[in-house]
C-alpha cells in the first residue's frame, strides 16, 4: 500500500514564502508522476504542479513564475516551494502519485496566505 506523508504548511502573510514536502512510501512505479494540487473551501481541487521521474514539469498557470516543484528520486520525496504567495494561494494542499492506474493521496495541509 502506497502512503504520502506531507509536512509544511501553515499561516503566512501574503508575500511570503512556504515549503511543502511530501513522502512516498509503499510500492510504487518508480516512474510514477508526482506533485501537488489544491482545494480551496467550495471548490473544485486543481493542480498545482506535477513532476515525472525523468525532470518534466507541468505547472498551473496560476502559479507559473512563483512555485517551484521539485523531486529527489533516491528519497521518493518530492516538494514545493511556495513564493510570492496571494490569499487566493489559501487551500489544503495535497500530496498525489499516481501509479499503475490507481491514484493516491496525502492527508492534506493547509495552507493559510493573509492579506
Known amino acids: 500500500q502506497v502512503q504520502l506523508v506531507e509536512s509544511g504548511g501553515g499561516l503566512v502573510q501574503a508575500g511570503g514564502s512556504l515549503r511543502l514536502s511530501c513522502t512516498a512510501s509503499?510500492?510504487?512505479?518508480?516512474?510514477?508522476?508526482m506533485g501537488w494540487y489544491r482545494q480551496a473551501p467550495g471548490k473544485q481541487r486543481d493542480l498545482v504542479a506535477q513532476?515525472?521521474?525523468?525532470?518534466?514539469?507541468n505547472y498551473a498557470d496560476f502559479v507559473k513564475g512563483r512555485f517551484t516543484v521539485s523531486r529527489d528520486n533516491a528519497k521518493n520525496t518530492v516538494s514545493l516551494q511556495m513564493n510570492s504567495l496571494k490569499p487566493e494561494d489559501t487551500a489544503v494542499y495535497y500530496c498525489?502519485?499516481?501509479?499503475?492506474?490507481?491514484?493516491?493521496w496525502g492527508q492534506g495541509t493547509q495552507v493559510t496566505v493573509s492579506s
Open positions: 513532476v515525472f521521474s525523468g525532470g518534466t514539469v
Open positions: 498525489h502519485l499516481v501509479s499503475y492506474g490507481i491514484d493516491y
Open positions: 509503499g510500492r510504487f512505479f518508480s516512474h510514477s508522476p
